[in-house]
């Protein structure tokens, strides 16, 4: 009875063994090695060295950036006498698929990312090719994130986003609750008690909303003086994330701010728009690029108000990345590529159409000509760059940082369940965020 | 020697068999050719290249470090691991005890109808063709804890509301019950076709000899419903450890890991962030070891009954 089936299971079991036997490394194997500096000195670039050319860029985007992309790409098509392919993918398959079409040699030239840990090793560094001084060009934060293990420069900060609250105006008005100014925000205690007294008076579902990430959670660690991770690692004031994150496990337990929608989505990210967009809440934690979506959406007087302080002011940065890839086939080309989509010109438009904050200096400072209806939101979270302590750029540079956030996530998510004390989850998300940064700097 | 052997096949009683051209002999290895390519380099190549990576670890894809069986031994000796596998277990048995229980029923009463048959059988078929993703989306609607269209149902009629997706039990249960009405007329299909397939004349015997409609079920529709009941154990017991799709959109896997099963953590491993391709390809190992032996045991089970 047994025999046909075992004499199945026996062949099947020493195909196994064969091909374990026969196992090879499925890829590239890793050595110890440190990665060589390279040269640094710029390259000029000659009229019509490029002519006929073709580069891929291989894109994701958010909605309206997609235009002024091309805007900037048809520029450069007519100015070089080359052609663009823009490739764009949704974010979700943007990272497999990049990592695809490298293992099968199929790189693209140029890339947009939201981080850049995983592809550190094969970006180009761009001093070589731009001069180091380009580097000059930009913001000192958003630089923080784009310098490899030898200082090269492997990708340029092309827009940045800042974390920060949106607020129902019609609610606040309703309830006779004063909003603060730009330039005297509330203390994260006064936010707090003004959404609450908002709540009570308009019969409000909830008093204060945030989206589900650990990116929008270290905006608050960043306003109590802390971060989840510095250069040295694991870099979180235990009392000081305590403090600051108390108050957010109070308000899911007394119904104030949506614990269900925190509890209700497991390890994945969530956004609470549609909380804010329904009148369910008069506050709304999450970012600057949720303008263009409330200009179009918000059945309602909507505005963004700066950043509540705590120890310090400021929001939490975010942003993308342009990077060649060292693979391209015209590294000159792609180098120039990039430089020229980030020029004052080209980055002031993009971010004027997509509504993102700039990444340039000159553009900072000068300040950028937004939509009629979006520039207010925008001034505030210009207003908050300025505001943002270092700390927040740099726990944002951290290769570990994505992972870390989510580990942050879930621990709260424990004391939202009942699990346990925020205290020990604090305590317990310590070996957690040193195993990820050990493990990712492995690599 | 040739000669004797022609000899000795041209003297025997028994007619010469005619050679098959070797054309036709080849025909239907050629029409199953194609097939057996898409699954070769598909699903066969995939699988054992998958055994020789979760012998390396690699965060890209492209680069490998050599580690042999550290990640199986990670892997086991991880408390979230056994904690996912105490779950997929728990789900992955309530989904095949439910789903042989409920298509048996259902088959049963669609067999008996006089009419409207294909009505009921396509109704219950039709959660087979609704996409994973949309089941998801639509029972994450049904079963919110407030406003949920279950929880105002059971409000009109003065119960309080249940917290379906936000508490680790409820949650467990929500997605069996998701996961046995998604499939639960694929297993029907099948049951429906082995009913069929009983000879009538048995039950006119025992309906002669007496037997009430109990008897008859148990007696004679059970038994001889066994090797479709084994089809649907086997599919099912794959189908409920390979559970991931709709649950992703469902519950996320939470609240707090609660819904988290073995295809998931394999997911979270090779597809976010901090990536481990070699992790996951030996989760997907082992996953694949326990479905190959339970379904060996149902199948030597089943065998050894029927002998």
Redesign the interface.
């Known amino acids: 009875m047994f025999r046909k089936p075992v004499t199945r299971f026996t062949a099947v079991v020493a195909a196994g063994l064969l091909a374990l036997a026969s196992a090879c490394s499925p890829g590239e194997t890793v050595d110890d090695e440190d990665p060589q500096a390279a040269p640094s000195e710029g390259q000029s670039v000659e009229e019509g060295q490029f002519a006929g050319e073709t580069l891929n860029y291989l894109y994701f985007t958010d909605g309206p950036d997609e235009q002024a992309t091309r805007d900037n790409i048809a520029r450069f098509e007519e100015e070089y006498d080359v052609t663009v392919n823009l490739e764009i993918l949704p974010y979700s398959d943007l990272v497999s698929s990049l990592q695809a079409r490298l293992s099968g040699g199929n790189a693209p030239d140029v890339v947009r990312l939201t981080g850049l840990g995983e592809f550190a090793a094969d970006l180009l560094p761009l001093d070589e090719y731009l001069g180091s001084e380009f580097a000059d060009e930009f913001l000192e934060g958003p630089m923080l994130a784009v310098r490899n293990n030898s200082d090269q420069m492997i990708a340029v900060p092309s827009d940045l986003t800042m974390n920060g609250p949106f607020v129902n105006v019609e609610m606040f008005e309703e309830a006779g609750v004063e909003l603060p100014s730009t330039e005297e925000p509330w203390t994260w205690e006064e936010m707090l008690a003004a959404a609450k007294e908002v709540q009570q008076a308009t019969g409000s579902s909830y008093a204060f909303a945030m989206d589900k990430s650990g990116h929008r959670l270290s905006t608050i660690l960043s306003q109590y003086g802390t971060a989840l991770l510095n250069d040295d690692g694991f870099a979180l004031d235990k009392e000081k994330a305590v403090a600051a994150l108390q108050p957010l496990v109070d308000m899911m337990a007394a119904d104030e701010m949506p614990r269900d929608f925190w509890l209700g989505s497991g390890s994945r990210y969530e956004g609470a728009n549609e909380i804010f967009l329904a009148r369910e809440t008069p506050v709304y934690l999450s970012g600057s690029w949720q303008v263009g979506q409330f200009v179009n959406n918000a059945e309602f007087e909507w505005a963004a108000v700066p950043n509540p302080c705590a120890d310090e002011c400021g929001g939490f940065p975010g942003g993308k990345f342009m990077a060649a890839l060292s693979a391209s086939e015209n590294p000159q080309l792609a180098a120039e590529f990039v430089r020229f989509m980030n020029t004052t010109e080209s980055q002031e438009h993009f971010a004027a159409v997509s509504g993102n904050l700039p990444t340039r200096a000159d553009l900072a400072e000068s300040g950028v000509t937004y939509d009629d209806a979006a520039q207010a939101a925008m001034d505030v979270f210009i207003a908050d760059l300025n505001r943002t302590p270092d700390l927040g750029f740099a726990a944002n540079s951290q290769p570990a940082f994505g992972p870390s956030a989510t580990a942050l996530v879930e621990q709260v998510s424990e004391v939202v369940a009942g699990n346990k004390e925020l205290t020990a989850a604090m305590d317990d998300l310590q070996p957690e965020v040193e195993s990820i940064v050990e493990e990712m700097g492995s690599w | 020697m040739v000669t004797v052997a022609t000899a000795t096949r041209a003297g025997s009683e028994t007619p010469r068999r005619r050679r098959t051209p070797w054309g036709l002999r080849l025909a239907p290895y050629l029409f199953l050719l194609p097939n057996m390519v898409i699954f070769g380099v598909f699903t066969i190549y995939p699988a054992?290249?998958g055994?020789?990576?979760s012998?390396?670890e690699?965060?890209?894809?492209?680069?490998?470090?050599?580690v042999g069986l550290g990640n199986y031994e990670r892997i086991l000796t991880s408390d979230e691991f056994w904690r996912v596998a105490r779950q997929t277990i728990t789900y992955a048995f309530a989904y095949v005890a439910l789903s042989l229980v409920l298509a048996t029923i259902a088959a049963v009463l669609v067999n008996q109808q006089r009419r409207g048959k294909a009505f009921f059988r396509a109704s219950l078929f039709v959660p087979v063709l609704v996409s994973p993703v949309v089941v998801g989306l639509v029972f994450?609607w049904i079963l919110?804890?407030?406003g949920g269209l279950l929880n105002n149902m059971l409000g009109a009629i003065g119960i309080d509301p249940i917290?379906w997706?936000?508490d680790?039990t409820w949650a467990m249960i929500s997605i069996i019950g998701v996961g046995v009405w998604t499939q639960l007329g694929f297993y029907m299909l099948i049951l429906l076709a082995g009913l069929q397939a009983i000879d009538p004349s048995l039950y006119e015997a025992a309906r002669m000899d007496g037997a009430s409609g109990w008897q008859q079920f148990w007696g004679i529709t059970l038994p001889l419903l066994k090797p479709s009941a084994l089809v649907v154990l086997i599919l099912g017991t794959i189908h409920g450890f390979q559970a991931f799709d709709f649950i992703?959109t469902l519950?996320?896997?939470?609240?707090?890991?609660a819904?988290?099963l073995i295809v998931q953590y394999i997911y979270?491993n090779g597809?976010?962030?901090?990536?481990r391709y070699g992790t996951a390809a030996a989760g997907g190992v082992i996953l694949f070891l326990a479905v190959f032996t339970l379904t060996?045991v149902n199948?030597?089970l089943s065998?050894?009954k029927e002998?």
């Open positions: 054992f290249s055994v020789n990576i012998l390396y690699s965060p890209n894809g492209r680069v490998f470090r050599w994450g919110e804890r407030q917290p997706l936000v680790g992703w519950t996320g896997g939470g609240p707090v890991g819904t988290t979270e597809f976010i962030s901090p990536i060996l199948w030597f065998r050894g002998d």
